[in-house]
């Protein structure tokens, strides 16, 4: 696992179980997929530590993080995938090219099996309505008949020790999974109803500075809620909090944990230009986000998709 200097927590897939993801997406090996993917980088010469290395003269904050450190995952028209991690100055680094094939796939979402601060497994779901489980040493199927038209890993919201899963059905009910140790999941138990209210719903992490899993939601009038987590499987939610408004500029909206390593879950949003902003978390359940964006990127038009 890559480790981020001086972070307890903060780890990531390594390469091996970005091999695993990709074999499980693309129904070949592991192996074979780091053998096999194309110029201009194969998976095999991609080191995603050199991708999440700090700077020395990284700030305080950034040595004593809590928030975890995600990579965000790129496919082009293509179908061809590829990863960027943060640069360790508030941005992201070059990309790095996984593989090819990416068409089928709908999300990926790395996630923490023992509560141990390192994000050791990975889910991901196909157009099919397959969902697989990968790891640094192996990837298999752990779902089928998934006719969701949203699903995610925001992280524990169970309230037990491994991240769960949330599936949006097209009757707009949200369905919880709690994750289990080995990638499989429980029977799910139900959320709620109302849920197509809103175009994008998203988190990774806390946002609100109280150490639960919260998450994201924009309604289609551009306002932006925030869901604070309880813990509690039969009711992973409080109320609602209102906490921007506007947000229909934005053509994505991602949290993919810490990215400019000050130790708080920050948001990634994507505009209709194609540029890649950043909100800078507070850990306040208030006012979640330091303002102004920050702007991280440009040219993410050629992505359809992004997670």
């Given at each position: 696992m890559a480790n981020l200097p001086g972070r307890k927590r903060g780890r990531v897939l390594s390469r091996l179980a970005v091999a695993a993801i990709a074999a499980?997406?693309?129904?070949?090996?592991?192996g074979a997929a780091v053998a096999d993917t194309p110029a201009p980088q194969p998976l095999k010469d991609v080191d995603v530590s050199r991708l999440l290395a700090a700077p020395s003269n990284a700030p305080a904050a950034a040595q004593a993080a809590a928030a975890p450190v995600y990579l965000l995952w790129a496919v082009d028209k293509k179908s061809n995938a590829y990863?960027?991690?943060?640069?360790?100055?508030?941005?992201?680094?070059?990309?790095?090219?996984?593989?090819?094939?990416?068409?089928?796939?709908?999300?990926?979402?790395?996630?923490?099996?023992?509560?141990?601060?390192?994000?050791?497994?990975?889910?991901?779901?196909?157009?099919?309505?397959?969902?697989?489980?990968?790891?640094?040493?192996?990837?298999?199927?752990?779902?089928?008949?998934?006719?969701?038209?949203?699903?995610?890993?925001?992280?524990?919201?169970?309230?037990?020790?491994?991240?769960?899963?949330?599936?949006?059905?097209?009757?707009?009910?949200?369905?919880?999974?709690?994750?289990?140790?080995?990638?499989?999941?429980?029977?799910?138990?139900?959320?709620?109803?109302?849920?197509?209210?809103?175009?994008?719903?998203?988190?990774?992490?806390?946002l609100s500075g109280d150490g639960r899993t919260d998450i994201l939601a924009k309604d289609k009038t551009g306002a932006l809620w925030l869901y604070?987590?309880?813990?509690?499987?039969?009711?992973?939610?409080?109320?609602?909090?209102k906490v921007g408004a506007g947000w229909n500029i934005y053509n994505k909206v991602i949290?993919?944990?810490?990215?400019?390593?000050?130790?708080?879950?920050?948001?990634?949003?994507?505009?209709?230009?194609?540029?890649?902003w950043m909100y800078k978390g507070s850990g306040k359940a208030t006012a979640p986000f330091n303002t102004p964006r920050v702007k991280v990127g440009s040219g993410f038009n050629i992505y359809p998709k992004l997670f």
């Open positions: 499980a997406l693309v129904g070949t090996s592991a990863l960027y991690g943060p640069n360790g100055k508030g941005s992201f680094a070059a990309r790095s090219y996984v593989s090819s094939g990416w068409g089928p796939v709908k999300n990926v979402a790395s996630m923490d099996l023992n509560a141990d601060g390192k994000y050791d497994g990975a889910w991901s779901w196909d157009t099919a309505g397959n969902v697989f489980f990968a790891n640094d040493t192996s990837s298999r199927q752990v779902g089928k008949g998934w006719s969701y038209n949203l699903v995610l890993s925001p992280g524990n919201l169970g309230g037990t020790v491994q991240d769960d899963i949330l599936a949006r059905d097209n009757a707009g009910v949200l369905w919880l999974y709690k994750g289990n140790s080995n990638g499989t999941v429980t029977a799910r138990v139900k959320v709620g109803p109302g849920w197509n209210a809103y175009s994008h719903i998203t988190g990774k992490a806390d604070k987590g309880t813990g509690n499987a039969a009711a992973p939610f409080s109320a609602r909090t949290a993919n944990g810490d990215l400019n390593l000050d130790g708080l879950a920050d948001v990634v949003v994507r505009d209709a230009a194609g540029a890649l």
